[in-house]
């Protein structure tokens, strides 16, 4: 008897079911449903005290998952969120930095739901300075008939600052090159001034020299 009842006009039955289904579906307003979402945003290092050098960047990729109103997940993007690891207590002791939720800031009724990595691995040294020769970079000769006869630079020294790792006495800044391929006067420039290492960084508001060059005429013997 319960068989029969259960299976008695069971197409109507499913129909139904199928029905309240889409109807609670229907019903059921948009902002009362949630979803989650996967999102990678950048974690910035801030307040790197004055005399530590971070030698090698780390990879600061936060990799999130969030979960928010179904109405607004899809219009999230990584911009509306920000992550900040404060670096003023840090350590050339320490390279391990743990990350906590507390640092990622995510918009009004977004919840964090997990992320990773938990750490992350910042390798610091001390801030060593030092007093570079700059030399000029010269490519080419003057045309025929005419020589090179002498070159001053201004500034001919510059301080730079870097881990203590990158920073070497033998090193020299350079210039970007001067060609005096087709020069046949004296020649006053500006160039660029060029780092020995990427990691080095040049104590100067203008990061720039001048440049003077003697060109002369080459006496044809008579």
């Known amino acids: ?8 006009n069971w197409e109507l039955k499913l129909l139904a079911l199928f029905l309240a289904i889409v109807i609670w579906i229907i019903m059921i307003p948009e902002e009362k449903t949630f979803a989650e979402k996967n999102l990678a945003i950048n974690l910035e290092l801030v307040n790197i005290p004055p005399e530590v050098e971070i030698v090698e960047r780390p990879d600061t990729t936060l990799n999130l998952k969030v979960r928010a109103r179904q109405r607004i997940i899809n219009e999230l993007r990584p911009e509306q969120f920000s992550a900040r690891l404060d670096m003023s207590k840090a350590s050339i002791y ?4 743990l990350i906590d939720s ?6 009004d009724g977004v ?3 997990s992320f990773s990595p938990a750490y992350i691995h910042v390798k610091l040294e001390k ?3 030092i007093e570079m020769e700059v030399v000029p970079t010269i490519i080419g000769k003057p045309p025929e008939g005419y020589r090179l006869a002498g070159m001053e630079i201004s500034p001919s020294k510059v301080m730079v600052a870097g881990p203590e790792s990158k920073v070497r006495a033998r090193d020299k800044v350079i210039t970007s090159p001067i060609d005096v391929s087709t ?11 060029i780092l020995p290492r990427p990691e080095l960084r040049l104590l100067t ?7 003077s060059l003697t060109i002369e005429e080459i006496e044809k013997d008579k």
């Open 183 to 193: 020069l046949t006067e004296d020649t006053n420039l500006e160039v660029d001034l």
């Open 127 to 129: 801030t060593a300075k």
């Open 102 to 107: 507390s640092m990622i800031k995510v918009p």
């Open 94 to 97: 320490q390279q391990e930095y």
């Open 205 to 211: 508001p203008y990061p720039r020299a001048k440049v």
């Open 111 to 113: 919840e964090i739901v």
């Open 1 to 8: 008897m319960l068989k029969k009842l259960i299976f008695r």
